[in-house]
């Protein structure tokens, strides 16, 4: 497509965690695409995202630190998927909260969150992430 418009080649950034799609940072040179990728490696890029939500959160804002987990998925073609891990869950006799053992391949994930909006029953949400790449 870029040789039939005639336009130079892009150089890939940064794109996205593993398993996501829609998002890639490019350049129009490589000594560009070089210095990006350091900011990326030495986590001096801010990255913000903004999601809609079913539902209005309760606080509008805060941080939500539940510990993530690198698990098998059976499908057509076997691969590996981030899941949640949490440490607590609720008691399905009684709803009470309960500590449950931690996952030793766990790793911590913190995400600050915020509303921008809502309506209906949707919100939209900036979030940040502190941990992870």
């Known amino acids: 497509m870029l040789e039939s418009m005639k336009a130079e080649p892009l150089h890939l950034c940064h794109r996205l965690d593993k398993e996501t799609t829609g998002v ?8 560009a695409a070089e210095k990006i990728r350091l900011l990326f490696k030495t986590r001096q890029v801010e990255k913000i995202y903004w999601a809609i939500v079913l539902g209005d959160p309760d606080p509008v804002e ?11 998925v ?13 440490n607590y869950r609720l008691c399905p006799e009684d709803g009470k909260v309960m500590k449950i053992r931690k996952n030793r391949n766990a790793e911590r994930a913190v995400t600050r969150y915020r509303r921008l909006a809502s309506a209906s029953a949707c919100s939209l949400l900036e979030l940040q992430p502190i941990t992870g790449d």
Do not use: D, F, N
């Open 62 to 72: 805060g941080i939500v630190e539940i510990p993530i987990v690198e698990k098998e």
């Open 24 to 31: 890639m940072v490019l350049a129009r040179s490589k000594e």
């Open 74 to 86: 059976q499908s057509h073609q076997s691969h590996y998927k981030m899941t949640l891990a949490p």
